[in-house]
Structure formats: structure tokens, C-alpha cells
């Protein structure tokens, strides 16, 4: 079920038919987290999420994804604003919108990862895990990159992830 909050002349929806594919896929693939990332790789992930998307008018603004079970899990991802309309609170609104949805209630577990918005996180719980020991983390760095030379028709990327 679609859900949609309004403020102003804004609107954060879940709908997927809304989503600005080349709007996001542009975003990050310049985001410190997930520079170079393929367009195929974006598709994929929203095909796979619960997306938030942040619009005035049809023009979207920003983005937001939840990976989740809708039951005990949820980590929250490709939080953006575009430059041109930050400064306004529609990053703390968007956010507060994935926090109130419905389906995502009752929830367990909420996870993030963030380099710089620490502080704006803080305001909605979020916080430093109190046993962080027992949390564990597989990250391949820089897999875009790979993928991208792979594309090319290059092989060390491939070669260096095995």
C-alpha cells in the first residue's frame, strides 16, 4: 500500500512508479558510499527495498531506501537530499516519514551507516551500538569500481575480488 505524507509543497511517497531512476543512479554514483555504482546494481536495489521518495511537484528531490522483513529488521540506506534543496529540513522530514511508516513498526532492529549525519540520526534514536563486539560487517570496497572496469571488458576487477 502506498503511503504519503505532505508539507508544504512537498511530498515524501512510496509509491515506485514515482521514482526518477536516473535521479537517484546520479546521486549515487557520487555518494562517498557507493561511488561509481552501476545503474543495473540501483535498479536492483529498489526493485528489492521499500523506497521513499522525496518530491516538489513531479520533480524528485531526494530519496530514501529501507531494506527490511517489515517484521523484526531494517536498515536504512541512499538517505539523500539534493544539493539545491537542502537547508529546508526536508532530510530530518524524510527520515521522519520512513521512521512513522506503518509497516515498519514494532521493528526490532533499525541499523544505518553513516560517516557525517551522526547527529540528525541521534534525533530519531539511532545510536551507537552498546555492544558493537557483537555486530559483524562483510564489506568489499570499492566493488563499483570493479564492476564498472568489469563492464569494460577488463578482468582485474573480478580477478581481485575472489
Not at 32 to 53: C, H, K, M, Q, T
Not at 60 to 75: I, S
Not at 77 to 91: H, K, N
Not at 97 to 107: D, E, K, N, R
Request: aromatic share 10%.
Amino acid at each position: 500500500m502506498v503511503q504519503t505524507w505532505q508539507r508544504g509543497g512537498y511530498e515524501v511517497s512510496t509509491d515506485p512508479g514515482r521514482l526518477n531512476l536516473p535521479v537517484i543512479h546520479g546521486f549515487l554514483r557520487t555518494a562517498y558510499w557507493s561511488e561509481g555504482i552501476p545503474l543495473d546494481i540501483v535498479e536492483r536495489a529498489v526493485a528489492g527495498s521499500l523506497n521513499f521518495g522525496l518530491y516538489e511537484a513531479e520533480d524528485q528531490l531526494g530519496y530514501a531506501r529501507v531494506v527490511t522483513d517489515c517484521t523484526t529488521f531494517a536498515w536504512l540506506c541512499d538517505v539523500f537530499v539534493l544539493e539545491t534543496a537542502r537547508g529546508q529540513g526536508l532530510g530530518r522530514w524524510l527520515i521522519g516519514c520512513v521512521i512513522a511508516h506503518p509497516g515498519l513498526q514494532g521493528l526490532r532492529r533499525w541499523m544505518l551507516a553513516t560517516a557525517d549525519a551522526q547527529a540528525l540520526y541521534r534525533d530519531f534514536g539511532f545510536e551507537v551500538p552498546a555492544e558493537p563486539e557483537r555486530l559483524m560487517a562483510r564489506q568489499i570496497k570499492d566493488i563499483y569500481k570493479g564492476a564498472a572496469q568489469d563492464r569494460a571488458g577488463g578482468t582485474a576487477g573480478a580477478a581481485s575480488r575472489r
